[in-house]
């Protein structure tokens, strides 16, 4: 009998720090309205920057923000195609910060809570669960990977991206993007902390950029041989856009991507991850099959800056 009493004075206490934390939280997290789509945003700090999903804009370039039914006009101020981040402005209203961790320090099985509050209202909705990887890929997601994110199994509804992944001491840990495979996907805090402080100081996101077009396929087995190689898939190029850096370089329809900067390209999503902004105006190697035969071509990508909101 004690043994019971103890057990549920225990989850009561769980129960009663959960529901204390998420109130804590709710003054911190506020919904994102652009035009058909609704999502969650974090706020930052006390000059109104709040940050939340670049999908959840749709392009626009305002956007209302809110928090507890009444909602302000909120500028972007810089996006992050590549991360799914983008940072707001807003001057109307007087929002309480959020208190941020490190996620270096991130490890598996640790417990993690989800906030969402897409439709304004006095209270974030809320899921609980734990982290699963601290450092994800996910592949094939919105046409492209997502690099080094945190996996939890906390169930993301729709309206959580944007939202905050925080830890038992309610610190910001990630911003939640999506819900793929059973597994809650958030941005790292210090990766959101250092794109931040890009957009701020008006340094746009760029990415490295090759002008092609192209597509995952299998490598035959009697290919494989002949070029005396074992990687079973690759990248075939469609189109190569006029005047491009992969024109340049001598990429021609037909042609297999094996590698690239030494690194493999066993399919189309890790071209854009490779791609990385560290990358453009540096002379790169570019391994190809043509034909039957390997060829290893110098590149040099160029720097693109991210597209920006109409």
């Known amino acids: 009998m004690t043994q019971l009493v103890n057990s549920l004075e225990l989850l009561k206490s769980i129960s009663d720090a959960t529901t204390a934390l998420v109130q804590k939280l709710s003054k911190s997290v506020v919904s994102v309205t652009a035009q058909m789509s609704r999502g969650t945003g974090v706020v930052l700090d006390n000059q109104g920057y709040i940050i939340t ?7 626009c370039s305002t956007v209302r923000v809110g928090q507890g039914e009444k909602t302000y006009e909120a500028k972007v ?18 929002f309480e910060p959020i208190a941020t961790g490190n996620s270096d320090n991130v490890n598996t099985g640790q417990f993690v809570l989800a ?28 046409g492209t990977a997502m690099e080094n994110v945190i996996a939890t199994d906390a169930k993301l509804n ?11 001491e309610g610190k910001l840990i990630g911003i939640n993007s999506a819900y793929v495979w059973q597994r809650g996907i958030a941005i790292p805090v210090n990766k959101v902390k250092t794109v931040t402080d890009r957009l701020l100081n008006g340094i746009k996101i760029k990415k490295a950029y090759l002008g092609l077009v192209a597509n995952t396929v299998a490598i035959p087995e009697e290919i494989q041989q002949e070029a005396g190689i074992e990687q079973e898939t690759g990248v075939m190029v469609f189109q190569v856009e006029a005047g491009a850096p992969a024109r340049t370089a001598g990429l021609t329809m037909g042609d297999v991507i094996l590698t690239f900067n030494g690194k493999p390209v066993e399919d189309f999503y890790d071209l854009p991850r490779l791609l990385r902004e560290d990358v453009a105006g540096k002379q ?27």
């Not at 729709?158 to 905050?164: E, L, M, R, V, Y």
Request: with cysteine.
């Open 284 to 310: 790169t190697t570019l391994t190809v099959i043509r034909g039957e035969k390997l060829v290893e071509l110098t590149i040099t990508p160029i720097s693109k800056e991210e597209e920006e909101n109409d």
């Open 158 to 168: 729709p309206g959580f991206s944007g939202g905050p992944l925080v830890d038992a």
């Open 115 to 142: 906030l969402a509050n897409p439709f304004n209202r006095k209270q974030p909705t809320a899921t609980t669960g734990i982290v699963t990887n601290p450092d994800s890929v996910i592949r094939g997601f919105r």
């Open 77 to 94: 101020v810089g996006i992050d195609t590549y991360n799914d981040l983008a940072l707001l402005k807003t001057e109307q209203a007087n």
């Open 53 to 59: 999903c670049n999908h959840v804009l749709q392009g």
